[in-house]
């Protein structure tokens, strides 16, 4: 599961509800989804190796 920290919740390392995996314009990976207990949007940036790993575990979407 992609872990990140939700701003409204104030909660760290909340397990992100259907993440999608992007590659950003300057090269590194971001994980966007969603908080599984306030519904709001979450974001956090990912390594290569990390990205590569959440994506073959089945643990999110890469676009």
Known sequence: ???AYCVKCKKK???MKDPVINQTAKGGYMAKGTCPDCGCKM???M???NAEKAVADG???AY
């Open 59 to 61: 643990a999110g979407k």
């Open 47 to 49: 390594s290569k190796d």
């Open 1 to 3: 599961m992609v872990e």
């Open 13 to 15: 390392g909340q397990k």
């Open 43 to 45: 974001c956090a940036m």
